[in-house]
């Protein structure tokens, strides 16, 4: 079992940059692809990113390449979405989940958290 809480969400101006954190209990987190997914209102829940349980490989949605990074610190059972170049069209809010592998279907991974919104104005 993991539980996620995810932090660091709030209101910033369109080329600002904003870090969102993800925290895990539970002594298995090092196991687990962490995945960022988004939903805005209206629309559906989409990928953002996922990096494997080492950090050694990640994936990214085609919308958020060059200006999104993802990282974890298994130590600190976190994982970190760094956020830069926020456009309007990011506001959304961001979800993170762990599962068994990098991949961009939502269905496939097991845990999740609350969510933060993140709200980016133009």
């Known amino acids: 079992q993991v539980q996620l809480v995810e932090s660091g969400g709030g209101l910033v101006q369109a080329g600002g940059s904003l870090r969102l954190s993800c925290a895990a209990s539970g002594r298995t987190f090092g196991r687990y692809a962490m995945g960022w997914f988004r939903q805005a209102p209206g629309k559906e829940r989409e990928f953002v990113a996922a990096v494997t349980w080492s950090g050694g490989s990640t994936l990214y949605a085609d919308s958020v390449k060059g200006r999104f990074t993802i990282s974890r610190d298994n130590a600190k059972n976190t994982v970190y979405l760094q956020m830069n170049s926020l456009k309007p069209e990011d506001t959304a809010v961001y979800y993170c989940?762990?599962?068994?592998?990098?991949?961009?279907?939502?269905?496939?991974?097991?845990?999740w958290g609350q969510g933060t919104q993140v709200t980016v104005s133009s």
């Open positions: 989940a762990a599962g068994g592998s990098v991949v961009m279907a939502h269905h496939l991974y097991d845990y």
